[in-house]
């Protein structure tokens, strides 16, 4: 048989009381002009933001693609002055995240730089919010030179950017 009747009878249906997608969005207003809330405000947020700025480094490799094992191998060899627990996380986009349990040890091996891994170098930047691994670029790198014998008296800023200047470095 056939069901004779019109849905009427039985009932409005449940799609009636739900309002459309479009009044939804209207009611909650959710651009972003509008939102009074931002997460980053949130105690726990900022905890977590300070925490992680004096804990963790970002790294990447400049111009070689190498693996994160011997990347990982290469910094537990040369930074033996590493005090707590050091975890190494890889981002994407060949990016590694460098977690110090110790704020000290991500300061020192900050300052300890450069590392070279298989003949490259692993260029390292302090970690920030919203650090995007595919946004992300190398716009800079800082480079160590070391001058045998460099007079004692020249050793201060004027004579050093002077010299800099002179053979077109930075």
């Known amino acids: 048989g056939e069901l004779k009747g019109s849905t009427d009878k039985v009932g409005p249906l449940v799609a009636d009381f739900m309002p ?10 959710f651009s ?8 980053e405000k949130l105690p726990e947020v900022q905890i977590q933001i300070e925490k992680l700025s004096k804990t963790c480094l970002v790294g990447k490799m400049l111009q070689k693609r190498v693996d994160s094992k011997a990347i ?16 190494f996380v ?16 991500r300061d020192q091996a ?10 490259d170098l692993f260029v390292l ?7 995007d691994p595919f946004l992300e670029t190398i716009k800079w790198v800082d480079v160590w030179i ?3 014998r460099f007079p004692l008296e020249l050793n201060f800023d004027e004579p050093i950017r002077r010299l800099l200047r002179l053979n077109h470095i930075g």
């Open 20 to 29: 459309s997608f479009e009044e939804t969005i209207h009611k909650t207003n």
């Open 32 to 39: 972003s002009e509008n939102l009074d809330f931002n997460i």
């Open 72 to 87: 990982k191998a290469r910094i537990l060899a040369e930074w033996i002055f590493i005090r707590g627990k050091l975890s």
């Open 90 to 105: 890889e981002l994407d986009n060949e990016w590694v995240l460098l977690s110090f349990s110790n704020p000290r040890d």
């Open 110 to 119: 900050w300052f300890e730089r450069p590392l070279h891994v298989q003949g």
């Open 125 to 131: 930047h302090p970690w920030r919010p919203h650090f």
């Open 146 to 148: 070391r001058i045998p």
